[in-house]
């Protein structure tokens, strides 16, 4: 049986890795202007599954982008210039796309921003010369923060292979690792462009900072983060810290 599970699970999550990309490209101009374009796509099927779902008549994809559009400016405030927001359609992915530049990057004062649950803009320290992402979990809607019900499992049958482990415990334990797998295969990839000079990457989460893995393309440098397994079990929000040379 647990093999069976294995071969469940397997499959499943070879179905759901690739339906999240969230890709963000960040490129300073020589006059001072960061130049910034952020993606989420998702797989055209799990979209056709959410329309057969409770939140069909929610307005799906065309209705986040208006709500982009007019939350965007005021998280962004007034120095984001010639700011975009559109759908992102094709045979396979739907998804939404924004883009916008930042005069003079380098010398805001980043204290009057909100912070987002995605970094659209990250804080610049020029003391340390650091460019500072803060993630943080999205907030649970309140009626999926209360407990589920418990109910006791059925006595096992005589002779079952499943005397030892209640079904519906087995159920529930492959239901989380299933959901902890696919969690950690979404990625959050980051390109800097080649005026970004990148000497390190780092997290700090907590009062703990861990080294992170820097690729280099060409004269562009990528952080590839697995963004819902960084948060943790405990969802705590976490820096990423780009260390410019």
Excluded at 51 to 74: C, H, I, R, T
Excluded at 87 to 108: E, T
Excluded at 147 to 173: L, N, R
């Amino acid at each position: 049986m647990k093999i069976l599970k294995l071969l469940a699970m397997g499959t499943l999550l070879a179905s759901l890795t690739n339906c999240f990309s969230i890709m963000h490209f960040l490129d300073l101009q020589e006059n001072g202007t960061l130049n910034v374009q952020w993606s989420f796509r998702f797989s055209k099927a799990l979209e056709d599954m959410g329309k057969k779902g409770d939140k069909a008549e929610s307005g799906g994809l065309s209705q986040e982008v208006e709500k982009g559009k007019q939350e965007l400016p005021g998280k962004l405030g007034s120095i984001a210039k010639d700011l975009k927001v559109e759908a992102l359609q094709s045979d396979y992915d739907s998804g939404i796309r924004m883009s916008f530049a930042v005069p003079q990057y380098l010398k805001l004062d980043f204290s009057k921003f909100q912070e987002a649950e995605f970094p659209y803009m990250p804080r610049y320290d020029a003391a340390k010369k650091q460019m500072i992402f803060h993630f943080t979990p999205a907030k649970k809607d309140k009626k999926e923060e209360k407990p589920a019900e418990t109910k006791m499992p059925d006595a096992p049958k005589e002779g079952s292979e499943e005397t030892s482990e209640p079904a519906t415990q087995g159920g529930d334990d492959m239901g989380k690792q299933i959901g902890k797998l696919f969690l950690s295969s979404v990625r959050y990839q980051i390109v800097l462009g080649k005026n970004l000079k990148v000497k390190s990457v780092s997290v700090s989460q907590d009062g703990v900072e861990k080294k992170l893995e820097l690729q280099t393309i060409g004269e562009q440098s990528m952080i590839d983060l697995p963004l819902f397994a960084l948060y943790g079990d405990k969802e705590l929000p976490f820096d990423l810290i780009v260390q410019l040379k």
